[in-house]
């Protein structure tokens, strides 16, 4: 029987940040940047102490169940204070920009969101590294919450499983919050889901050594990819540069950003189901193909017309550059291949950044990383349009329908239109603070569907986020939140039980 009560997640998390500062602060001193070196060194002694002592208060409380609406009120507080302290030694080590800045840049690493918010050469390598290591924390953050907190608050994307989906290894997280305390389940969770972490980005990193892809760059590489940031050494948009086999290696771990099935597997836990019966793996492939096939008769009919050398080899670059960018998309990393660059020198037409919207809109597979409304949505969605189809062909048919699944679609609607609900209030918002409706677009839905990579390669010119005024950039930061969390956690807190039952 316990009988303190266990770390909060308010005092965990940031803990745990405090302790991943030690690295920058090596990297630092051993680089001789003593001043980088001195600014994460010292924000995180202040860290250890601070939440050092309010743990040590805090194990001397009573073990009291958390109550949902608490639940969802934490992680608003998470999300949004914990880049206040993260930003506090990123600040004071660059100290070439305003705290405002910074804090917008560690907002978009913390949410996995990657936005390009100060040019990557005013950022030494001791930076750089430590931007992605809160991107990398950020996404198994967002793997830990998916389990024990999303799961059974029916959020996340799991309000469209069934019940009888919803145990893994045993135990049944269907239960409310009330009945269970969850910092326990969350530290249970964060032990079954680090090695797996953590190995898959040690594994992909010693494989980039390897073929002789730059210590950092191949660190920085291997933490974005997991993480689905994509966060890289150069400025976002540009062309990996890192050779097709590379590439490939990369695709295959981005799966782990379309499919639950793959992350529960990786964990070392039984499947949920049959990969081959896995609803986002089949709908995220197929899109795939589609964009890619679409992208490459684009361009090859382009080079036809400008009589461009039409070779087999050349063909099967620009082939693989669009597959390779639009799962790179769809998984909201962002990454670019070589061959999409190619591609519009080889046609002379421009690129397909209405695709990648879209594409990145549509997003990756319910507790990854990945941002967007989520593929699993889309599959119900899809499967829906598909049978009120038939019924148009047959209206005399009898089918039955399964409470479950009529719950799934309605609650996949639901979301669909909360969605486009924030899409128009941040485009709004930002229209109010002089941002053109263009470079709004972009914005918003970069933000929402946490695809930061987006405001590079689909405009005409990077968007300067520095020229933003103030309000602007609050208002992305708020944007990324929402996208992260998902607008349901925010509908949820608006229901009134969760207020009567606190």
């Not at 969850?182 to 079954?192: I, M, V």
């Not at 930002?430 to 941002?435: E, M, N």
């Not at 005409?460 to 020229?467: R, S």
């Not at 939140?481 to 969760?498: D, H, I, K, M, S």
């Amino acid at each position: 029987m316990i009988e303190r009560s266990p770390p909060h997640i308010l005092v965990i998390v940031p803990l745990s940040f405090a302790a991943v500062m030690i690295l920058p602060a090596v990297h630092g001193f051993t680089l001789g940047e003593s001043s980088e070196g001195r600014a994460f060194l010292y924000a995180a002694i202040l860290s250890f102490f601070g939440f050092g002592f309010a743990k040590v208060a805090q194990n001397a409380a009573p073990l009291r169940p958390t109550s949902q609406r608490n639940m969802l009120i934490t992680l608003l507080v998470l999300f949004l204070l914990l880049p206040v302290i993260l930003a506090v030694p990123y600040h004071d080590a660059l100290q070439t920009t305003s705290f405002l800045n910074a804090y917008l840049d560690m907002v978009s690493a913390l949410t996995t969101t990657g936005l390009q918010v100060l040019d990557p050469e005013r950022l030494t390598p001791t930076l750089q590294l430590w931007r992605a290591l809160v991107a990398w924390c950020g996404g198994f953050l967002m793997w830990v919450l998916a389990w024990s907190v999303f799961m059974p608050l029916n959020l996340g994307g799991y309000e469209h499983l069934s019940r009888g989906n919803m145990t893994v290894w045993g135990r049944d997280h269907g239960a409310t919050l009330q009945q269970a305390v969850c910092a326990l389940r969350f530290s249970s969770e964060a032990r079954r889901l680090l090695p797996a972490y953590v190995g898959l980005t040690v594994v992909l990193f010693i494989i980039m050594l390897s073929s002789s892809v730059p210590p950092m760059e191949a660190a920085l590489l291997a933490m974005g990819v997991l993480s689905t940031s994509g966060i890289q050494g150069a400025a976002a948009g540009t062309p990996l540069g890192i050779g097709v086999i590379m590439e490939a290696t990369i695709a295959v771990f981005l799966v782990f950003a379309i499919s639950r099935v793959m992350v529960n597997a990786a964990a070392g836990a039984p499947s949920l189901k049959n990969l081959r019966d896995d609803q986002e793996m089949k709908m995220g492939l197929a899109l795939v193909a589609l964009v890619t096939l679409s992208i490459f008769l684009k361009h090859y009919i382009g080079a036809a017309t400008v009589e461009q050398d039409e070779s087999i080899a050349q063909a099967i670059h620009v082939l693989w550059g669009a597959f390779f960018t639009a799962l790179s998309f769809l998984a909201t990393a962002g990454y670019v291949s070589e061959g999409w660059a190619d591609a519009q020198a080889w046609s002379g037409l421009n690129g397909s950044s209405l695709v990648l919207l879209g594409i990145a809109l549509v997003g990756g597979g319910v507790a990854t990383t990945a941002g967007g409304i989520k593929l699993l949505r889309v599959a119900l969605l899809v499967d829906h349009t598909r049978v009120e189809q038939m019924k148009l062909v047959s209206p005399s048919q009898v089918t039955r329908n399964d409470a479950e699944e009529v719950r799934a679609t309605v609650m996949a609607w639901v979301f669909f239109m909360m969605f486009a609900v924030s899409l128009a209030a941040v485009l709004l918002a930002l229209a109010f603070t002089d941002v053109s409706f263009e470079d709004g677009i972009i914005l918003t839905i970069a933000t929402l569907s946490n695809t930061g990579p987006l405001t590079a390669v689909a405009p005409m010119d990077p968007i300067d986020f520095v020229a933003l005024n103030d309000p602007a950039k609050l208002i992305l930061c708020v944007a990324m939140v929402v996208g992260r969390l998902e607008t349901l956690v925010f509908v949820a807190l608006l229901n009134p039980e969760l207020w009567r039952s606190a």
